[in-house]
């Protein structure tokens, strides 16, 4: 992967970003993904706890992505990975903050909802996300991931942006 495969990576998550917060959910499909998603895959050794979000390690790429993002948008950014077995659901929940979470490999159904008074019809996007894939969730909206057919590596990138 070249520097300016992650630049334009980073560039695209930052237009997302910029574009978004304070709207509602997005889905970005950054550019040069493929190159850059295999250097954050399996920074704990190819295994990845299936009970939990786990911080990124210092000196992993999950980590430093964060940095550099944290870094363009002007505030905090943290990465956490988790496994998602195949066949099981994980709602996220209200996480408190804006997050990005993408798929380092595999996919699985991705619904965001607002639960808001607007959304009383029960109605939210819902989307088949995939490596290369990230859907931006707002803080005030809830998210769950399920129907995944092989386990799928996942990042989750916590924006702790002030109001």
């Known amino acids: 992967m070249s520097d300016t495969d ?3 990576f980073l560039r695209d998550l930052a237009l997302c970003l910029s574009t978004y917060q304070d709207r509602g959910p997005a ?5 040069r993904a493929h190159s850059v998603l295999p250097s954050l895959d399996a920074t704990y050794g190819g295994e990845v706890a299936d009970t939990e979000w786990w911080p990124a390690p210092l000196g992993a790429r999950a980590r430093q992505l ?10 905090p950014v943290e990465a ?6 195949a066949g ?3 709602p996220l929940g209200r996480v408190g903050a804006d997050v990005l979470l993408f798929p380092l490999s595999g996919g699985a159904r991705c619904r965001v909802e607002d639960p808001g008074p607007a959304d009383t019809q029960g109605g ?3 989307l088949r996300l995939r490596a290369g894939e ?17 386990p799928c590596r996942l990042l989750l990138l916590v ?3 002030t109001p």
């Open 6 to 8: 992650w630049e334009l």
């Open 27 to 31: 889905v970005v499909w950054p550019e």
């Open 66 to 75: 964060a940095a550099d993002l944290g870094h363009v948008m002007g505030y």
């Open 80 to 85: 956490y990975e988790r496994l998602l077995p």
């Open 88 to 90: 099981t659901a994980l």
């Open 124 to 126: 939210g996007v819902e």
């Open 134 to 150: 990230m859907v931006f969730v707002p803080a005030r909206h809830s998210c769950t991931l399920s129907e995944a057919w092989a």
């Open 159 to 161: 924006l702790h942006a």
